[in-house]
């Protein structure tokens, strides 16, 4: 690539800066969205399989 074909960058108005915060913005929330829908999911997953345990220990100490 030669000098003269490189285009120089214009700084971006205010009104463009705020519009691409703001977009920014949105894309962390959803993903910490997403995040947290993931961490509840598995904490639930985890909760359930600490009972089915429980009661397969309880099931075989009532059995003996």
């Known amino acids: 690539m030669r000098i003269h074909e490189i285009k120089t960058i214009q700084p971006l108005t205010a009104e463009k ?8 913005a949105k894309d962390r929330a959803a993903k910490a969205l997403k995040a ?7 904490q639930k997953a985890r909760e359930k399989l ?5 009661d ?6 009532t059995n003996e």
């Open 50 to 54: 600490v009972k089915a345990q429980r």
């Open 56 to 61: 397969l220990a309880m099931a075989r100490l």
């Open 36 to 42: 947290e829908r993931t961490r509840q999911k598995q």
């Open 17 to 24: 800066a705020r519009i691409n915060a703001l977009k920014q």
